[in-house]
């Protein structure tokens, strides 16, 4: 590796040289080493993990700063926390804070330059927020399931009786081949994206009717169904475990092939809404989400890519 091939190459002193020669070789020579040995720690310096496919570090000295406020939807969060805390390690002088609240909290904290990146499941609507910067970034697709008090042994339900049972129509899961189980449906509030989802395409636009949730949380609503009995509520397929039963809508169950088939409604996409758009921490972050590093991470933890559905029909009201 020819580092230092600018200098002049270097050869003893021959006999009779004088002392100022002697010194002048030995001061190239010290410099040519120190030079050397620079190079080769900048060298072996420029990597976090090693090559076995962890994170590359980027340049910390002139790297970007600043802070992001991430706030919104709940059915996001989870990818959205994990890639602000990979993201700051990327790049330790920025801070990146994700936060719940909602989606209608998320597009309100953006318009309202209360958050860098406003997080929703549901798309802006113009009318409410007109502002032509606000400025959608799509990140992937997440698929909504109905969930049900363990104790209900049934593993599907129809639109018709879903809309039946949370307008109170229905009110014993017996009737619907449950067991004679009064129902308690989980209503999440006005702020929830996924309640938009929800009323659009499998209440038809009907308003909802049984136990408000006070504060709009996904692993809210998880926690409320799984110990409450009767219970039934909705929520992300990212966030199901084995303290609820998650059952099919129409016999279909919450899968990106069936989504793609368009057997599948009760799913949305993912979107990261900002005001300010250029060259900042806040870009960089967006980009990084795009990036395979979370696209991939995005789908071990269930997300759907938008590439998967690519021949969905688009939907912009939700």
């Known amino acids: ?61 002139g790297d970007i700063s600043g802070n992001i406020r ?58 409410l927020y007109p502002d032509p910067n606000l400025t959608d970034h799509i990140i992937c697709v997440v698929a909504f399931t109905m969930i049900v008090d363990p ?28 067991p004679d189980l009064p129902i308690t449906p989980v209503i999440r509030p006005a702020t929830s994206g996924t309640r938009a989802i929800f009323r659009k395409y499998i209440l038809g636009g009907a308003e909802e009717s049984g136990t408000p949730l006070t504060s709009d949380s996904s692993t ?23 303290t609820v039963r998650a059952i099919g809508i129409d016999g279909v169950s919450a899968t990106a092939q069936n989504i793609k088939a368009g057997r599948y409604k009760f799913w949305g996409y993912e979107h990261m809404y900002t005001l300010e758009n250029g060259i900042n921490a806040t870009t960089a972050f967006l980009d990084f989400m795009q990036t395979p590093t979370i696209q991939q991470l995005a789908q071990k933890m269930g997300y759907i890519p938008v590439g998967a559905i690519s021949n969905t029909v688009e939907r912009t009201g939700a």
């Open 1 to 61: 590796m020819r580092v230092l091939s600018s200098y002049p190459r270097s050869s003893a002193p021959k006999d009779g040289a004088t002392w100022t020669g002697v010194l002048g070789w030995l001061r190239r020579s010290t410099i040519s080493v120190t030079l050397l040995t620079l190079a080769l720690l900048l060298i072996g310096c420029g990597t976090l993990g090693g090559s076995n496919g962890a994170l590359t570090s980027h340049n910390t000295g």
């Open 70 to 127: 991430i706030v919104g939807s709940t059915a996001l969060l989870p990818l959205a926390a994990k890639a602000a805390d990979l993201f700051h390690r990327l790049h330790p002088a920025v801070q990146v804070v994700a936060k719940g609240g909602g989606s209608v909290t998320g597009l309100k904290a953006a318009a309202n330059h209360q958050a860098e990146i406003g997080d929703s499941d549901i798309y802006a609507d113009p009318v």
């Open 151 to 178: 104790q209900v042994n049934i593993s599907s339900l129809t639109i018709r009786q879903i809309l039946a049972i949370f307008t109170r129509k229905i009110t014993n899961w017996e009737v619907v081949g449950g």
């Open 220 to 242: 809210g609503v998880l926690d409320v169904v799984a110990h409450t009995s009767g219970a039934i509520g909705y929520v992300t397929t990212i966030l199901i475990n084995p």
